[in-house]
């Protein structure tokens, strides 16, 4: 019997581009006719000339978007590089309502070619990068970077390692953010006294640091003179928060320690880019500075911060000494020291890294806020105020300082009223407001966070602020808590030192009835964060998991570390019913004098009621009246 031998499957290794429009069906609501109108023009006259320009092939249109073939990765983000300046062009008088700005991702992978598509899982992360680039933005997959370094004439900010929806192993991704504004580029002849333009639009890119490149002098033949090049671009003087990671210093001259010293600085440079609003300057850049003067790094890097440190091993333990200089003073504005075991040097370095992103995202921002109030305290802009509010933010949470914060957010909107980071920072304390019961107008307040995230959300999908306020605004509904569970794990992969997207996903596991669960992502929000404005708030969701698993010691032990950092009222209705059921009648029936000096008027009726609210869940409520009896044994009034 003859075999018939099966039909060869086309495969060739390619780049692949995938870009659709952000917003796309916001921007369709708004107006159908005029958005579609609009997005052919610019696939016409911007997408398409770029794509063939550099060798590629349009391979599929995807109603918002489109999937395109080239031989040379250079030659695609060349191509998306291109198509997205040019889209800037066309929609710059555009209201920003309706502007239209693609998103794109690009991969190398082996595909499986048809005439009219390609197939396989270099196309589907090529896809997932797109989903996570800003609007206007380009996200590569580290094969494609290792591609096109140095032969683009730009640089990548390194997002680490993300977890891309279906795609079995995490892939390490690189994004580039065009800028609005294109650099100056101006060629004079100094004899001669004129210029002219001399590289057509498009061909200039962006150089890395902001600076100006100062004179490139070119003699030239025939006695013409000289010629320099002056490329004129925004300098990061007066950006708020950028900041440059200097290679850590390593004390012991060990080897080994010198790459994990390098490892530190190279992964904070990563988790510090993640930081709204930050420029950090990168790892390459920075490795030149090692030793160097503060004055003469802000004068050739124009950063307003210099983080530097050290590492000692000593045996089995090793510490990580990191300050915070002002790059204006040379001064030092913060410092902190990290212990670890060396054995553990792999996830050290996690945590080393993620602990140290967040304690200065908490600096930063406080420094800036200090910064504000002095230099404009009668007149601040947008960011001013939105820094104050984050500051305010940032600290223990009490009903008056969520009302300072939500103040200070809504003067910044008033300035400026689509401010993402003012929005977030907004929605988040309305949330909070619910969450803790602190208002008497729940609905309204979630409707109003609502609105102001997703505003966010859909300009800026990988924003993980955002995702993780929006975890809360559903957590706070005490409905499709999945939902929530959702969100955090979003904006952790987005943000892998996000603490607070742990420490909230330990309390929505508790309200969706798996407390068993909250306690690994609330050690780990510990553990980033050992001294974090929220630490109470964990310590007391530590508790209030032993509390519904009826494990009444650990729940009065963790309870008692909550009150103990600050007096956080509800701490005290676990403490209160765990005293009671197991018998320490006099701790128990101080703990209701405590939560009733905190919440006057407090009954196990409110605590029901506030139950039902959290959540639906039937085994949560069944624990939840389980806390109500050691209520009504502490003598809390019915």
């Known amino acids: 019997m003859v075999h018939e031998r099966a039909a060869r499957v086309e495969r060739r290794l390619s780049a692949i581009l995938a870009a659709d429009v952000a917003g796309y069906s916001r921007l369709m609501h708004n107006d159908e006719e005029a958005t579609h109108t609009k997005l052919t023009a610019l696939l ?12 590629g092939r349009v391979v599929k249109n995807t109603g918002d978007g489109f999937l395109a073939e080239f031989p040379s990765a250079v030659e695609a983000v060349r191509a ?16 920003e309502a309706r502007r239209i700005a693609f998103r794109a991702g690009i991969n190398i992978g082996d595909v499986i070619v048809e005439p009219n598509d390609i197939f396989g899982d270099g196309v589907n992360v090529a896809a997932r990068l797109e989903g996570i680039a800003e609007p206007g933005g380009i996200c590569i997959s580290s094969a494609a970077y290792d591609q096109v370094r140095g032969k683009v004439g730009i640089e990548f900010a390194d997002l680490g390692e993300q977890n891309l929806k279906n795609i079995a192993l995490p892939v390490r991704a690189y994004a580039l953010q065009l800028s609005d504004t294109p650099p100056t580029v101006s060629f004079l002849n100094i004899v001669g006294g004129f210029s002219f333009g001399l590289w057509p639009p498009g061909r200039v890119r962006r150089a890395r640091t902001g600076l100006t490149m100062a004179f490139l002098l070119l003699m030239m033949g025939g006695g013409l003179g000289y010629w320099y090049i002056r490329w004129d671009e925004p300098r990061l003087l007066d950006h708020r928060l950028s900041i440059v990671v200097l290679p850590f210093t390593n004390l012991s001259n060990e080897s080994e320690q ?13 988790d510090l880019s993640r930081i709204e609003d930050s420029f950090v300057i990168a790892p390459s850049t920075a490795r030149a500075y090692k030793n160097v003067d503060p004055k003469r790094i802000r004068r050739e890097l124009g950063v307003r911060y210099i983080l530097d440190g050290s590492l000692r091993r000593t045996q089995s333990i090793v510490r990580i000494n990191a300050r915070l200089i002002d790059a204006r003073t040379g001064a030092q504005i913060w410092s902190e020291g990290v212990d670890g075991e060396w054995s553990k040097s792999l996830q050290l370095q996690d945590v080393i890294t993620g602990g140290l992103a967040r304690r200065l995202d908490l600096e930063l921002t406080n420094q800036e806020s200090r910064d504000a109030e002095v230099a404009r305290p009668n007149n601040p802009d947008a960011v001013d105020l939105t820094m104050r509010g984050w500051a305010t933010l940032n600290r223990p949470y009490s009903r008056q300082q969520l009302a300072q914060s939500s103040a200070l957010f809504e003067r910044a909107l008033q300035i400026d009223p689509g401010y993402p980071k003012a929005l977030v920072g907004l929605a988040d304390t309305l949330a909070m407001e619910v969450n803790y019961r602190w208002t008497d107008t729940p609905a309204d307040k979630l409707r109003r966070a609502e609105s102001a995230v997703d505003q966010v959300l859909s300009q800026f999908p990988s924003d993980a602020m955002a995702h993780f306020v929006n975890g809360e605004i559903q957590r706070a509904k005490g409905r499709n808590l999945d939902t929530a569970v959702g969100e955090y794990m979003a904006a952790i992969a987005i943000n892998p030192s996000l603490a607070p997207a742990y420490g909230a996903l330990g309390a929505a596991k508790i309200r969706v009835g798996r407390s068993a669960e909250a306690f690994a992502p609330l050690q780990m929000a510990v553990q980033l964060s050992p001294r974090d404005p929220l630490l109470s708030t964990w310590y007391f969701y530590v508790c209030h998991a032993h509390s519904h698993l009826a494990q009444y010691d650990e729940a009065i032990d963790w309870c008692s570390r909550s009150t103990a950092v600050n007096p956080f009222w509800i701490a005290y209705a676990d403490l209160a019913a765990a005293n009671a059921l197991t018998g320490h009648e006099r701790e128990a029936h101080a703990a209701v004098a405590e939560l009733r000096r905190l919440r006057p008027n407090y009954t196990v009726a409110l605590w029901l009621q506030d139950g039902t609210a959290w959540s639906d869940n039937v085994v949560f409520l069944a624990e939840f009246q389980r806390i109500a009896e050691g209520l009504r044994k502490a003598g809390l009034p019915e």
């Open 80 to 95: 998306a590089i291109q198509f997205q300046n040019r889209i800037k062009e066309l929609t710059s008088d555009d209201p």
């Open 44 to 55: 016409t006259d911007a997408v398409g000339p770029a794509i063939a320009e550099h060798g």
């Open 258 to 270: 010198e790459y994990f010293a390098e490892g530190i600085a190279d992964d904070l440079s990563a």
